[in-house]
Nanobody, 118 residues
Framework: VQLQASGGGLVQAGGSLTLSCAAS????????MGWYRQAPGKQRELVAV???????KYADSVKGRFTISRDNANNAVYLQMNSLKPEDTAVYYC?????????????WGQGTLVTVSS
């Protein structure tokens, strides 16, 4: 199972970016999918998660600015980021809880860098 993230880049404060992540490989199903981020010198933190059939949850710092969505048919999750701030600068990682071979396990994408300039 692999999660491939894309969409990062350099953007000015107030701008927007959309991150994408798609799961590939052999697996039965994916439950929760989400995005985490890690800024330089800081621990990885949750940005947003969405269960397979539930309500999305967001970090307080991104509520009202970021929107997570998923495409279950294509095993993909997206993060629409608006009104970006310099403090949003980080490496963003997608995450999925995947059932492969009858076992549930967490998988991480490779990370995509988002840089917000002031």
């Amino acid at each position: 199972v692999q999660l491939q993230a894309s969409g990062g880049g350099l953007v000015q404060a107030g701008g927007s970016l959309t991150l994408s992540c798609a799961a590939s490989g052999i697996f039965f199903s994916i439950s929760t999918m989400g995005w985490y981020r890690q800024a330089p010198g800081k621990q990885r933190e949750l940005v947003a998660v969405v269960p397979g059939g539930g309500t999305a949850k967001y970090a307080d710092s991104v509520k009202g600015r970021f929107t997570i969505s998923r495409d279950n048919a294509n095993n993909a999750v997206y993060l629409q980021m608006n009104s970006l701030k310099p403090e949003d600068t980080a490496v963003y990682y997608c995450n999925g809880n995947v059932n492969a071979g009858g076992r549930w396990a967490n998988y991480w994408g490779q990370g995509t860098l988002v840089t917000v300039s002031s």
